[in-house]
């Protein structure tokens, strides 16, 4: 019948992303109360937005990957193996994207350790010590949370609890050997350390 015309029909296609902001990060731990060479701790950033990438700091400072720290899922995720007491300290992340970015409450990393090098000091400073006189003995250890101690004569007998140990009215009795046993009831572990006491004997101390 008549002339028919063809025509080119082009569609113009727009695709839009929309982003949203991030909101303030939370950190989490898999490990509640890591104990140093005992654990591995992961630490995990969730911020709610689109496309979030992540920065981590310590004590203010940026965290980059080194042989010990890892990063993992996009950040996300920082783990360190075999836990040391140099690790604890202040974390943070910041979470951002194109839009804004914010940065995460701090979360404390607390490593327990010890307990550690004890160590007994008399007071005076002497293990020579003449008769009728007074010792006070202190002991000492590397440990977080602070131990517990207990002081022990000649191994077995348990003397009293306490970091120190007065020794008043000395006699021969006296002459042996104290232990410090130092115990840290998170870590679970103990250590001990000793010192040997000798007493000089007045005449009258021999007379009976």
Not at 88 to 117: A, I, R, W
Not at 164 to 181: A, E, S
Not at 197 to 205: E, F, G, M, P, Q
Request: hydrophobic share 35%; net charge negative.
């Amino acid at each position: 019948p008549g002339d028919q015309t063809q025509k080119d029909l082009t569609f113009l296609c727009w695709w839009l992303k929309i982003y949203s902001g991030t909101e303030r990060p939370t950190i989490s731990s898999n490990v509640t109360i890591p104990v140093e060479h005992n654990d591995s701790v992961a630490l995990t950033c969730t911020a709610v937005g689109t496309a979030v990438s992540y920065l981590w700091y310590k004590d203010n400072d940026g965290i980059y990957v080194d042989t010990r720290i890892a990063l993992s899922d996009g950040n996300r995720t920082l783990t360190i193996p075999g836990i040391l007491r140099s690790d604890t300290g202040e974390y943070t992340c910041f979470g951002y994207n194109v839009m804004n970015g914010k940065t995460s409450d701090s979360y404390l990393l607390n490593v327990n350790y010890g307990p550690e090098y004890p160590n007994v000091s008399i007071n005076p400073h002497l293990q020579l010590i003449s008769s009728g006189s007074t010792a006070n003995l202190s002991c000492s250890a590397e440990s977080n949370p602070p131990c517990e101690f207990q002081w022990y004569f000649n191994t077995s007998s348990f003397l009293q609890n306490g970091s120190d140990l007065l020794i008043p009215n000395i006699t021969l009795k006296n002459v042996g050997n104290y232990t410090c046993q130092a115990f840290n009831s998170v870590t679970q572990r103990y250590s001990a350390a000793n010192i040997r006491i000798l007493v000089i004997a007045l005449t009258s101390d021999w007379i009976p």
